[in-house]
């Protein structure tokens, strides 16, 4: 609030995003978005990938930076990331070869309210270290969700307001390794859920229409 109040000079008639933020903002802005979002199963040590994988390319970090991505270690010293995009809604299905520099460091990837389409995904099967993968608010549709196929570290998926249908969550059934799926304002229907429930089994928590509707918890 100390920020905000002295970023906008006291022009309470401002909303957050639309006053200038620093480095060290963005990061903690990034931080609560990851560590206070539903259940954000990646952050936890044992959701890291049992892998070894060299450090990322520090020109390659950089250039994603510039764009406006916020990459953070997932802890001091390990060679996996998170990358944020809030401040990068800009981000385009054409900016995706930048992203695919790191498909083997990133674990956490948030692109929630970005321009990233259908035809941006097939080089996410490529990242297959990802345990965390949030593309709510995208145009993201059914077509999209069938490249998530071979994320087989896949732990949580949300593509919560976007135009995911059921039979977008049919391709979602060869995701063995989710545990958590939230599927609010989308276009998925009751039997949709349950029949993907009856595929996954009880170990996967479902988030479908409201905060009180889940299936399998």
Request: glycine share 6%; charged share 20%; with cysteine.
């Amino acid at each position: 609030m100390h920020w905000w109040i002295t970023q906008g000079k006291g022009d309470f008639t401002k909303k957050v995003a639309e006053v200038m933020k620093d480095k060290g903002m963005d990061e903690v802005i990034a931080r609560v978005r990851r560590e206070g979002g539903p259940e954000r199963e990646s952050n936890r040590p044992a959701e890291i990938p049992a892998v070894k994988v060299a450090s990322a390319d520090s020109v390659h970090v950089e250039q994603l930076q510039r764009r406006g991505i916020i990459i953070m270690p997932v802890a001091k010293g390990s060679p996996f990331l998170t990358a944020n995009l809030v401040n990068a809604q800009n981000f385009s299905d054409a900016d995706m070869n930048l992203l695919s520099n790191l498909r083997l460091q990133l674990v956490w990837l948030d692109m929630s309210s970005s321009k990233i389409t259908d035809k941006g995904l097939p080089a996410l099967a490529g990242f297959k270290n990802l345990t965390c993968l949030s593309l709510d608010n995208t145009a993201v549709t059914d077509a999209g969700l069938k490249h998530l196929e071979k994320l087989t570290n896949l732990h949580y998926l949300n593509p919560y307001g976007t135009n995911v249908t059921d039979k977008g969550l049919k391709s979602l059934a060869a995701c063995k390794s989710l545990k958590n799926l939230y599927l609010w304002q989308t276009q998925v229907t009751s039997a949709g859920v349950a029949a993907l429930q009856r595929a996954w089994g009880a170990n996967v928590k479902i988030n479908f229409d409201n905060v009180s509707d889940t299936i399998g918890s």
